[in-house]
């Protein structure tokens, strides 16, 4: 993924891309007073795709969305916070509809064109004559400018410290192409495909079918390759859309620039899927797990998350305790191919394990690498070409302060 092929634009969101503009407010779902509805319009149908979680419990919102995209297109998302909207029975799937209806008509789009998202506390009901007075006041919100972004930003947060957002630009047939996301997520994350809502916006022409295959590739190897606390969410969803507005020839696999175009776009998913892990509920260290020799990179992947997932290393990662038997131990449980006596493993530059014996390193040197905000551990199997990272954090009291505490 050389970033020669593309440019971060500083400053930019998801209104950045052409044809874009979002927006927020608060209606009442959140006692804080804090943005918990916003959307994002495109001037046009937009070619779009989505990606969404396996949690075979699945929230209305889903269904919705689902039927929406049936046609690979939308032109708005309608999004709340503080509700999910999950395990609601026949109420909740009507409202998560009545939700589309009423931004199409506000928004002046047909119904099907329109993607419904939720996030917040499971099993209540929404308050929907909150809600639908805030669908009527999110047109007079939706903006092309930085505070149209900063407010959706803000809208879909829920225990997230912070928004998470990122744009690139990319050369496509002699034309600047402007790819951006926004996302949130800092609890409930072990994505297969967590409480995790991402959007991406761009302004090329892309095909429909070419657009949901590279989100599901770069799905695979971003947001599927995080892990806060191994639960995985009811209302996970990924949406991008593409309003084709930079004029750019349709973009394929085929195409000469496509090569640059997908490394721009699993960029921004890979940058809000770190910052996902960063922002772990609690979390005060961003961990990153290498894994390199693996039979397979699919090999690679699984034992990359059962070692990012382990609470054992997520726990001696938050006490600067250089236990790399505890990732061993990750490694061995993965249920993947290993060979016993040729493992090596890093925590930073420190080497502390080669041929699965022990190497003789600096406690003290490992103790303030490991008090860093970001840990890298690197394992080599020396088995095959097999790599993948995987991205967490460390597990913190905070985050049983703040999960003992979620409803209340």
């Not at 092929?5 to 052409?18: D, H, M, R």
């Not at 943005?35 to 001037?43: T, V, Y």
């Not at 199409?104 to 639908?132: C, F, N, P, W, Y």
């Not at 639960?231 to 004029?247: E, P, R």
């Amino acid at each position: 993924m050389g970033q020669s092929k593309f440019t971060a634009v500083q400053g930019g969101s998801i209104i950045t891309p052409k044809g874009f503009s979002a927006g927020g407010l608060h209606c009442g779902l959140k006692k804080s007073g804090r943005h918990d509805l916003g959307a994002i319009f495109c001037e046009v149908p937009a070619v779009a795709a989505a990606v969404y979680t396996t949690n075979l419990i699945q929230a209305a919102p889903l269904k919705v969305t689902r039927e929406s995209l049936q046609d690979g297109r939308l032109q708005a998302v309608v999004v709340n916070s503080g509700n999910a909207n999950a395990c609601t029975g026949k109420q909740g799937e009507e409202d998560a509809y009545t939700m589309r209806a009423e931004a199409a008509r506000h928004l002046g789009v047909a119904e099907q064109d329109v993607a419904v998202a939720s996030t917040g506390v499971i099993g209540e009901l929404l308050k929907m004559d909150r809600v639908t007075e805030g669908i009527a006041g999110l047109p007079d919100r939706l903006s092309g400018e930085a505070s149209g972004a900063e407010d959706f930003s803000q809208a879909i947060l829920t225990t997230d410290l912070v928004k998470k957002e990122a744009c690139v630009s990319v050369v496509v047939n002699g034309k600047d192409v402007t790819i951006a996301g926004a996302a949130k997520g800092s609890g409930m994350i072990h994505p297969n495909m967590a409480t995790m809502l991402a959007f991406m916006t761009t302004d090329a022409a892309i095909e429909a079918g070419a657009l949901q295959q590279l989100l599901r590739q770069a799905t695979d190897v971003t947001f599927n390759m995080i892990t806060v606390d191994g639960d995985t969410s009811t209302n996970d969803m990924l949406i991008a859309m593409a309003s084709g507005l930079a004029g750019n020839e349709a973009l394929h696999p085929a195409h000469p620039d496509w090569e640059a175009f997908a490394a721009g776009f699993t960029y921004i998913c890979q940058v809000l899927a770190q910052a996902i892990a960063r922002d772990g509920e609690g979390a005060t260290k961003l961990v990153e797990v290498q894994v390199n020799g693996a039979v397979s990179d699919a090999s690679a992947r699984a034992i990359a998350k059962t070692v990012i997932g382990s609470s054992l290393v997520k726990s001696a990662v938050f006490g600067a305790d250089a236990n790399w038997g505890r990732v061993i131990a990750a490694v061995g449980r993965a249920g993947e191919p290993v060979n016993p006596e040729t493992v090596d493993i890093q925590i930073g530059h420190i080497s502390v394990l080669e041929g699965s014996r022990p190497v003789a390193f600096d406690e003290e040197e490992a103790l303030q690498y490991l008090k860093g905000d970001t840990v890298r551990i690197a394992v080599d199997l020396h088995q095959g070409e097999g790599r993948a990272t995987a991205w967490g954090c460390d597990l913190t009291y905070d985050y049983v302060r703040i999960n003992a505490a979620y409803r209340t």
